[in-house]
């Protein structure tokens, strides 16, 4: 079946734009999962929905980043004003139930800031 | 100190050999732990996840868990040079529903 889909793979802004990161996750699964992932290092966790409920945004690095997943399927990562220091790859992951189950990535994307 | 911890490596072992890939992790309450395989370029992949203490076979792949000791390692056997990757050790932490990654440990089977 489908796995977890992402848009856009690589986006390149300039300091100071706003982006729009898109995850389509796998049909079915309840929780989702945006991480950020630096060159060389693990992915780091950002924000969780379980459907449509933000329940934990303790990882999101400044207000300036903001997800939202209002129908419980697809999710958005917006980040405004982005910084140099944003640049990275996010990672969506989705499982089928919350508690510590099986998360399943999408093939990310990569933002680069100029 | 790091929650998940890993070698960094380069870890270099022949084909066909071994290769034992350790993780610790410091929250005595995490129940779930995970490895992940990254292509360069490529996201995570899941191949292994294990919940109780003692060893799980997948295939080539065994995990093993001692809670005790706060320990997770994944043993690849007869190792492929197509297992050349960084794997990625996961643990679910008693605090939340996120997954807590270790930085990876970079594996290189040479032919």
């Known amino acids: 079946g489908a796995g977890v889909s992402q848009s856009p793979r690589y986006k390149v802004a300039k300091r100071g734009q706003d982006v729009a990161l898109r995850c389509d996750p796998i049909s079915g699964h309840v929780s989702l999962f945006w991480y950020q992932q630096a060159l060389g290092q693990g992915p780091e966790f950002l924000t969780y929905f379980q459907n449509e409920a933000q329940l934990d945004k303790s990882g999101l690095p400044s207000d300036r980043f903001f997800a939202e997943r209002p129908e419980g399927s697809v999710s958005t990562l917006k980040i405004q004003r982005t910084q140099q220091e944003d640049s990275a790859v996010y990672l969506c992951?989705?499982?089928?139930?919350?508690?510590?189950?099986?998360?399943?990535f999408g093939p990310g994307t990569r933002l680069t800031v100029t | 100190q790091k929650e998940v911890e890993q070698n960094s490596g380069p870890l270099s072992v022949p084909e066909g050999a071994i290769a034992s890939l350790n993780c610790t992790y410091s929250?005595?309450?995490?129940?779930?732990f995970f490895w992940y395989r990254q292509y360069s370029g490529k996201s995570p992949e899941l191949i292994m996840s294990i919940y109780s203490n003692g060893d799980k076979e997948d295939g080539r792949f065994t995990a093993q868990l001692n809670k005790a000791s706060q320990y997770v390692s994944l043993l690849i056997r007869d190792s492929q040079p197509s297992d050349s990757a960084t794997y990625l050790c996961?643990?679910?932490?008693?605090?939340?529903?996120?997954?807590?990654f270790g930085p990876g440990t970079r594996l290189s089977v040479l032919p």
């Open positions: 929250d005595r309450g995490s129940q779930s």
């Open positions: 992951a989705s499982s089928f139930q919350a508690g510590g189950n099986e998360q399943y």
């Open positions: 996961a643990v679910n932490p008693n605090y939340g529903q996120n997954f807590v």
